[in-house]
């Protein structure tokens, strides 16, 4: 028996276009935002979903709320898949990072899955907790296919834990404003499918 997860990034905040690092912050979607979300919905709508799950920071749900109203189905919130928290760096230009936390940045080039920002919490922590959410999801939809709205790092956490890959290989996946990717599961290993297909989007891409 076997699960199929569809896993899609929520759409575009006024964050993400302004390059500000979002983590914990709870943003609504910009107009571009809805688009995306209306666009990846309806794309997983026509896999017939058997439940929805969803991180609990609005854009998510806001996100994930298009699809229950093509399918009918209310999204389920899972803390394991809400974003990093990125601490003291919350609500800062990317562009600024290097020159306001040159410490962390290097131990991040270095070492990403360990390397802590100031108030908040590894990314290897994230994906932990990713992956505990993901496998919790397929055990209790066996067999049947389901969408989870999400954010990047924990999406791309699935995505590496499912590959083999370690927290910093991060980067060698590239999930998108309001693409989707998908996972098959069989048991506690799985098959990537897809990642980052936005062929519904136009869709930049967008570090946080």
């Not at 983590?23 to 058997?50: C, H, N, V, Y």
């Not at 936390?101 to 899955?113: G, K, L, N, T, V």
């Not at 932990?128 to 954010?151: G, P, S, T």
């Amino acid at each position: 028996m076997s699960t199929i997860l569809t896993l899609i990034r929520h759409g575009e905040t006024k964050a993400n276009k302004e390059g500000i690092v979002l983590g914990t912050s709870d943003l609504p979607l910009t107009d571009l935002g809805k688009i995306q979300a209306e666009a990846a919905a309806r794309r997983a709508a026509m896999f017939r979903p058997k439940a929805v799950y969803c991180s609990p920071y609005f854009r998510a749900v806001e996100s994930a709320n298009y699809l229950q109203i093509l399918t009918g189905l209310s999204p389920i919130r899972i803390a394991g898949l809400r974003e990093m928290n990125f601490g003291d760096m919350e609500g800062i230009k990317a562009s600024r990072m290097e020159e306001l936390y040159p410490e962390y940045m290097a131990q991040w080039r270095s070492d990403a899955a360990t390397t802590r920002p100031p108030g908040g919490e590894t990314l290897g922590e994230v994906h932990d907790r990713a992956w505990k959410a993901f496998l919790k999801i397929a055990e209790e939809c066996d067999n049947e296919h389901v969408i989870v709205v999400a954010h990047l790092f924990p999406i791309q956490g699935i995505i590496c834990r499912t590959l083999g890959l370690n927290p910093n290989q991060y980067n060698r996946i590239r999930v998108d404003l309001g693409s989707l990717s998908s996972v098959q599961v069989k048991g506690k290993s799985g098959i990537v499918l897809g990642v980052n297909d936005t062929s519904r989007l136009n869709s930049g891409h967008n570090s946080f």
